[in-house]
Nanobody
């Protein structure tokens, strides 16, 4: 059973930066996609970024492209999300997730339904 634990949320002013981490444990050898999702109050969950572990590929939602960077340390089995130039609209609970494959969104793999394992989430608040 894959288990995920996020760290690194908090409060920051607009224009600031935060880095989230997600430590994975359990049976990880068949996990090929790891992603970050977020959900703001009253809104649907949104896929933010995906990392394809077999080829070190990364994919981003248009809303964060150029500001967020997803990375993965295979030795530590840890996923990261570096968030720069944060905006108030980035405020949400951020969750990491892991998937065996990508079936619903073949371009970005940001369909939540493809992800079988989820962390508990960490709050990110961007406010002046």
């Amino acid at each position: 059973q894959e288990q995920l634990q996020e760290l690194g949320g908090g409060s920051v002013q607009p224009g600031g930066s935060l880095t989230l981490s997600c430590a994975a444990s359990g049976y990880t050898s068949s996990i090929y996609y790891m992603g970050w999702f977020r959900q703001a109050p009253g809104k649907e969950r949104e896929g933010v970024a995906t990392f394809y572990t077999r080829e070190d590929g990364s994919y981003y939602a248009d809303s964060v492209k150029g500001r967020f960077t997803i990375s993965h340390d295979s030795a530590k089995n840890t996923l990261y999300l570096r968030m720069n130039n944060l905006k108030p609209e980035d405020t949400a609970v951020y969750s990491c997730a892991a998937a065996h494959g990508c079936y619903s969104d073949l371009d970005l793999c940001l369909a939540a339904r493809d992800y079988s394992y989820w962390g508990q989430g960490t709050q990110v608040t961007v406010s002046s």
